[in-house]
């Protein structure tokens, strides 16, 4: 081959060498092996010479065509062999924004419980949050529940030790704020939960 063609095929091989996808490789394969590509160009060359020099220079260009070729074949199978174990940049598109999460929603009961409780503090009710597990005084004696009354037995009531229970009901708060907060006249109230099993 002349140093033209050596020069014609150290420039593929470079372009080809620069190219970082399959796209960009066809762009180079048709610069240099495309109808109107670099190698078509030599090959009008063949008009004007004598049948020898024909077979001389025919011999040159499937050499450059070969060259070429093999290189372009090695390089498109090492970026298909590299979009295949490479990391799948496709799946995931990180630039694109995030799904928002929607906020929750109260529950209905203590939505319900929050517009009682703002209302009630705005006629001038104190509200305060008081045990769960109550005393037998504050949960029975003190609201005049006798000993013998069914809600004092153990299939109505859970106790957790001897004198204590968790309340059966939320009055038991009405003792301990008197208690607190001093005698009547005195606005107080309070929600949570009751135990029992009914």
């Given at each position: 081959?002349?140093?033209?063609?050596?020069?014609?095929?150290?420039?593929a091989?470079?372009?080809?060498?620069?190219?970082?996808?399959?796209?960009?490789?066809?762009?180079?394969?048709?610069q240099?092996?495309?109808?109107k590509?670099k190698?078509k160009?030599l090959?009008q060359q063949?008009?004007?010479?004598s049948?020898?020099?024909?077979?001389?220079?025919?011999?040159?260009?499937?050499a450059?065509k070969?060259?070429?070729?093999?290189?372009?074949?090695?390089?498109?199978?090492a970026?298909?062999?590299?979009?295949?174990?490479?990391?799948?940049?496709d799946?995931?598109?990180?630039?694109?924004?995030?799904?928002?999460s929607?906020?929750?929603?109260?529950?209905p009961?203590?939505?319900t419980?929050?517009?009682?409780?703002?209302?009630?503090?705005?006629?001038g009710?104190r509200?305060?949050?008081?045990?769960?597990v109550?005393?037998?005084?504050?949960?029975?004696?003190?609201?005049?529940t006798?000993?013998?009354?069914p809600?004092?037995?153990?299939h109505?009531?859970?106790?957790t030790?001897?004198?204590?229970?968790?309340?059966?009901?939320?009055?038991?708060?009405?003792?301990?704020?008197?208690?607190?907060f001093?005698p009547?006249?005195?606005?107080?109230?309070?929600?949570?939960?009751?135990?029992?099993?009914?």
């Amino acid at each position: 081959m002349s140093d033209n063609n050596d020069a014609l095929v150290e420039a593929a091989k470079e372009s080809i060498a620069a190219a970082q996808t399959l796209a960009e490789l066809d762009e180079v394969r048709v610069q240099y092996l495309g109808k109107k590509g670099k190698l078509k160009s030599l090959q009008q060359q063949l008009k004007s010479l004598s049948p020898e020099e024909k077979r001389e220079f025919g011999k040159t260009l499937n050499a450059v065509k070969q060259s070429i070729q093999t290189a372009l074949t090695e390089k498109k199978e090492a970026l298909e062999a590299s979009e295949k174990t490479g990391p799948q940049i496709d799946a995931i598109d990180v630039t694109l924004p995030g799904v928002r999460s929607l906020p929750g929603h109260r529950h209905p009961l203590m939505a319900t419980m929050e517009e009682v409780k703002s209302i009630l503090i705005g006629l001038g009710f104190r509200y305060d949050d008081y045990p769960e597990v109550e005393t037998e005084f504050f949960n029975f004696d003190a609201l005049n529940t006798p000993d013998w009354h069914p809600a004092r037995d153990m299939h109505d009531s859970f106790y957790t030790t001897v004198g204590n229970v968790l309340r059966t009901h939320t009055s038991a708060f009405q003792t301990r704020a008197m208690k607190q907060f001093g005698p009547p006249p005195l606005r107080a109230m309070t929600s949570g939960r009751c135990y029992r099993r009914d």
